[in-house]
C-alpha cells in the first residue's frame, strides 16, 4: 500500500525552512528518500531503519518514527538546488519491494 | 562504474505495437525494480525481479506486460499490443540486497525509458 505524503506542494523563498512528512499503514521496516528533477531519475537522499534515527548530511535531515510509521524531511536555509519533487519509499521487511509516495513537490524561489 | 542503464531512452510506437525495455543494473547488483510514472505523479511500482526469478509482479497489470531478468543479459520490460494510455517514463532501479543488517538496501535509478504511443 503507498504511503501517504504531506504537502502535496510547497513553494519557499530561498532561505527558508521546509518539512515533508511520509506515514504508512503498514509496519515499516525501512524509510528512504528521494529528489527528483524535471524529466530526470530518481537520486538517492538517505535512508532510514526502523529504530528511529534521525539522519543527516548538509542542510537536510530526516528522522523516522518507528511506532507511528512516520518519517519526515527536513529541508533547512533551502536553496535552489533543493528544487524538484521529493519521494518517500517505504520497505515493509528486508528484501522486499519499495513502493514510494506520491511525492512532494518543492520549488524554491529567489 | 556505469550505473543502471536504461535502453532506449526514448521509444515511440504506434497502438497495436510491442514495446520492450531494456535495463542493466549496476555492476554488483542482483536485483531490479520496474517502477512506472505517468508525468506529473508519482512512481508506481511494478515488478520486482532478481536473476531468473520473479519476486513480487503484484504492480504489473495481468495482460499485455511481462518483464524478465535472465541470467545472462538484462532486465526487460515488454508491453505487447501498446495502448494510448501506456504512455509513461519507465524507471529501472537495481539495489545489491546486502545482507540483513549488513547494511542498507538502496536503489539505484536509471534515466527512464519515455514510451510514446501514437
Known amino acids: 500500500q503507498q504511503p501517504v505524503q504531506s504537502p502535496q506542494a510547497v513553494i519557499l523563498r530561498e532561505g527558508e525552512d521546509a518539512v515533508i512528512n511520509c506515514s504508512s499503514s503498514?509496519?515499516?521496516?525501512?524509510v528512504h528518500w528521494y529528489r527528483q528533477k524535471h524529466g530526470e531519475a530518481p537520486v538517492f537522499l538517505m535512508i532510514?531503519?526502523?529504530?528511529?534515527e534521525q539522519k543527516g548530511h548538509d542542510k537536510i535531515s530526516a528522522s523516522f518514527n518507528e511506532k507511528k510509521q512516520q518519517s519526515s524531511l527536513y529541508l533547512t536555509a533551502s536553496q535552489l538546488s533543493y528544487s524538484g519533487t521529493y519521494f518517500c519509499?517505504?520497505?515493509?521487511?528486508?528484501?522486499?519491494?519499495?513502493?514510494f509516495g506520491p511525492g512532494t513537490r518543492l520549488s524554491v524561489l529567489p | 562504474n556505469a550505473g543502471v542503464m536504461q535502453n532506449p531512452r526514448h521509444l515511440v510506437r504506434r497502438r497495436g505495437q510491442e514495446a520492450r525495455l531494456r535495463c542493466s543494473p549496476m555492476k554488483g547488483h542482483s536485483h531490479v525494480y520496474w517502477y512506472r510514472q505517468l508525468p506529473e505523479e508519482g512512481l508506481k511500482f511494478m515488478v520486482y525481479l532478481q536473476k531468473e526469478n520473479i519476486i513480487d509482479e503484484s504492480g504489473m497489470p495481468k495482460e499485455r506486460f511481462s518483464a524478465e531478468f535472465p541470467k545472462e543479459g538484462p532486465s526487460i520490460l515488454r508491453i505487447q499490443q501498446v495502448v494510448r494510455g501506456d504512455s509513461a517514463a519507465y524507471f529501472c532501479?537495481?539495489?545489491?540486497?546486502?545482507?540483513?543488517?549488513?547494511?542498507?538496501?538502496?536503489?539505484?535509478f536509471g534515466a527512464g525509458s519515455r514510451l510514446t504511443v501514437l
Open positions: 532510514l531503519l526502523k529504530g528511529g
Open positions: 503498514k509496519a515499516l521496516y525501512s
Open positions: 519509499g517505504t520497505e515493509t521487511d528486508y528484501g522486499q519491494n519499495f513502493v
Open positions: 532501479a537495481s539495489s545489491p540486497l546486502n545482507p540483513k543488517g549488513s547494511g542498507a538496501n538502496v536503489l539505484t
